[in-house]
């Protein structure tokens, strides 16, 4: 493939950059790493009488997407097409809407008896004309099957720009010719088959999708951290529940142990809790939060052996306190 010094210096000022550190610009050495790769500019021309078909009218973008891409190019280096014009005769005019819709400007070339295609001349007119008012467009990339653009192409590479020409493989005599004067060629099938490519994700639908799971993830780490203080200030409520009952247990022991074996009175005992913090008999908090002097005496009574809770007919209940063996 040609690189001239010229293209190389012409492509440093180019003002389309591709994002990606760390590269050199295609076939320019010495112009040093870490620079940034910028998007080719290009102007695509398209004989669509000489390799036009249905398929092509009815896939527009992903061809377009293709060629963008630089899926033709060994070295994948993007393009940004600035010119796009495609040369019919009036039997395509049915396709002129869906191609203008893509960005092309269409042509519609006469045909006179005995006279070189329309579409040919036209194309080569254009391709020149366009290197001329259109300096900063470095590659001119041709779709014709047609052996008769050289000295077009020779013309332009005069000029240094860069060309890419699309080339029936299966015909080695113009396949030959191409390579030797065009930067790069494009197999005939490899555009065909470029009609399924499909086109990357737009950029902005993908920071839209980083940006819904960007919320996701915010939503997702404030309902974690919710979740984490709520269990910690459950684990810390209950520890506090814990250590209250453990006051409740001394206090009840104190109440009870003067007279072992034999019912304490409630009032008795009540009034030693009393002497515990945020100790009631009424509220939300009743009985240190276990809701009654029942309820309170049975958890009591869970947590030591010296304490005995016994149920009555009348749905009372009766606290003694039980010495150990060596008291």
């Known amino acids: 493939m040609r690189h001239s010094p010229r293209y190389c210096l012409a492509a440093a000022s180019d003002e389309v950059v591709e994002a990606g550190a760390g590269v050199q610009w295609d076939g320019c050495h010495g112009m040093g790493a870490g620079m940034l790769r910028r998007r080719l500019r290009s102007a695509l021309f398209i004989d669509f009488e000489n390799v036009g078909h249905r398929g092509l009218a009815d896939t527009i973008p ?86 008769d653009f050289i000295p077009v192409i020779r013309r332009l590479t005069e000029q240094a720009k860069q060309t890419a020409v699309l080339v029936d493989e299966n015909n080695p005599r113009v396949h030959t ?41 915010n939503d997702a780490w404030r309902a ?27 206090h009840a022991i104190r109440a009870t142990q ?35 002097y029942r309820a309170l005496m049975e958890e009591v009574a869970k947590r030591t052996d010296r304490i005995k809770v016994v149920g009555d007919a009348s749905g009372g209940i009766s606290v003694s306190y039980t010495p150990r063996d060596e008291e």
């Open 258 to 292: 003067g007279n072992p074996g034999q019912p304490t009175a409630r009032r008795r005992i009540e009034r030693e809790l009393a002497k515990i913090p945020g100790f009631t008999t009424s509220g939300p908090d009743a009985y240190l939060g276990s809701g009654s």
């Open 177 to 217: 010719t191409y390579r030797q004067h065009a930067d790069i060629v494009i197999p005939i099938r490899k555009f065909r088959e470029a009609t399924t490519f499909q086109p990357p994700q737009p950029r902005r639908l993908l920071r839209r999708a980083v940006a819904r799971l960007g919320a996701e993830v």
């Open 62 to 147: 992903n061809w377009i997407s293709w060629i963008e891409q630089g899926e033709f190019d060994e070295d994948r280096r993007k393009r940004r097409l600035l010119v796009k014009r495609v040369y019919w005769n009036s039997a395509a005019e049915q396709y002129k809407d869906r191609f203008k819709k893509g960005g092309f400007v269409p042509v519609l070339c006469e045909k006179f008896a005995g006279l070189k295609n329309g579409a040919d001349i036209s194309m080569a007119l254009d391709i020149m004309d366009t290197a001329r008012t259109q300096p900063r467009i470095r590659e001119f990339i041709l779709v014709t099957k047609d052996s």
């Open 224 to 250: 974690w951290s919710k979740s984490r203080r709520e269990r910690a200030r459950a684990r810390k409520e209950a520890k506090a529940a814990s250590e209250r009952f453990d006051l409740a247990v001394l």
